[in-house]
């Protein structure tokens, strides 16, 4: 079992920017392919961005493309989502979501383990 620990959400101001972090306890976390994903209230869950085990190969939504950049850190097990000019329509509660296999998918049912999630609020 594989538990993840998101940090780093908050309110923002339109045009700001947050840094999201996520810890995992996976002692395999270098094989592993990681994503976030975001649910603002009343939708579904959409993708936000995912890279591969390694963190060479990255893919992002066109919605957040060119403002958020996914990174990952094998070292010290964790993933990070560094969001700028954010938006007032990227409030929502952003997840981090792992699977453990190389390649990276921006399909919520190819993710096997989930954290509990981090509120982002962007004010305009």
């Known amino acids: 079992q594989v538990q993840l620990v998101e940090s780093g959400g908050g309110l923002v101001q339109a045009g700001g920017s947050l840094r999201l972090s996520c810890a995992a306890s996976?002692?395999?976390?270098?094989?592993?392919?990681m994503g976030w994903f975001r649910q603002a209230p009343g939708k579904e869950r959409e993708f936000v961005a995912a890279?591969?085990?390694?963190?060479?190969?990255?893919y992002s939504a066109d919605s957040v493309k060119g403002r958020f950049t996914i990174s990952k850190d094998n070292a010290k097990n964790t993933v990070s989502l560094q969001m700028n000019s954010l938006k007032p329509e990227d409030t929502a509660v952003y997840y981090c979501?792992?699977?453990?296999?190389?390649?990276?998918?921006?399909?919520?049912?190819?993710?096997?383990?989930w954290g509990q999630g981090t509120q982002v609020t962007v004010s305009s």
């Open positions: 890279l591969n085990w390694s963190g060479a190969v990255t």
């Open positions: 979501a792992a699977r453990p296999r190389v390649a990276p998918y921006n399909a919520i049912e190819k993710y096997d383990f």
């Open positions: 996976a002692r395999t976390f270098a094989s592993y392919a």
